[in-house]
T-cell receptor, first 111, second 114 residues
Framework: QQKVQQSPESLIVPEGGMASLNCTSSDRNVDYFWWYRQHSGKSPKMLMSIFSNGEKEEGRFTVHLNKASLHTSLHIRDSQPSDSALYLCAARPSNTNKVVFGTGTRLQVLP | DAGVTQTPRHEVAEKGQTIILKCEPV?????LFWYRQTKIQGLELLSY????????DGGAFKDRFKAEMLNSSFSTLKIQPTEPKDSAVYLC????????????FGKGTRLTVV
């Protein structure tokens, strides 16, 4: 059974600080990773995707991927209170195409 | 272009009742997923369809949960009989075919079983 592990479970950072979130898949067939953000009472929405080794930056958000270790991380710089949400990591293996999510990291940014 | 539509948004059922949740995927999407979300377990995959064919039936959820896709634009999730532990948010999601395609979620159905 494919598992996606996320850490930490929860994270508190001050406004303007850096938040770092981690995600690892147990399935060696996983080729594609996404990060989704879910605000309270809302449905998850895709934040960033990463499919190749290395780094990808979009504004204040940076994702890293190491395919050998099946590990991805999301870094949010200059964190804002509006970034407070549940961050979900998703992995999709190319042999089954089913999308599996981790249990998430709950981020709280304090003003 | 409409996103994923789920109905009802809220459902209250008595223990032992049968309930049916409905989902309309994004037009043109071939993959459809049903997930259950709770604070403890997170997002658990219940069923996965590709072009209306059931690809994954959720293992542990098989006995009381049955998802169907009658046509490419409509899916249902039946829970029979309901139990209090089924209280959760049920999310339907869809994507284009292809492992590198983004998944889009509906707003979910909040089920409470009393």
């Amino acid at each position: 059974q494919q598992k996606v592990q996320q850490s930490p479970e929860s994270l508190i950072v001050p406004e303007g600080g850096m938040a770092s979130l981690n995600c690892t898949s147990s399935d060696r067939n996983v080729d594609y990773f996404w990060w989704y953000r879910q605000h309270s009472g809302k449905s998850p929405k895709m934040l960033m995707s990463i499919f190749s080794n290395g780094e990808k930056e979009e504004g204040r958000f940076t994702v890293h991927l190491n395919k050998a270790s099946l590990h991805t991380s999301l870094h949010i710089r200059d964190s804002q209170p509006s970034d407070s949400a549940l961050y979900l990591c998703a992995a999709r293996p190319s042999n089954t195409n089913k999308v599996v999510f981790g249990t998430g990291t709950r981020l709280q940014v304090l003003p | 272009d409409a996103g994923v539509t789920q109905t009802p948004r809220h459902e209250v059922a008595e223990k032992g009742q049968t309930i049916i949740l409905k989902c309309e995927p994004v037009s043109g999407h071939n993959d459809l997923f049903w997930y259950r979300q709770t604070k403890i377990q997170g997002l658990e995959l219940l069923s996965y369809f590709r072009s209306k064919s059931l690809m994954e039936d959720g293992g542990a959820f098989k006995d009381r949960f049955k998802a169907e896709m009658l046509n490419s634009s409509f899916s249902t999730l039946k829970i029979q009989p309901t139990e209090p532990k089924d209280s959760a948010v049920y999310l339907c999601a869809s994507s284009l075919q292809g492992a590198n395609t983004e998944v889009f979620f509906g707003k979910g159905t909040r089920l409470t079983v009393v």
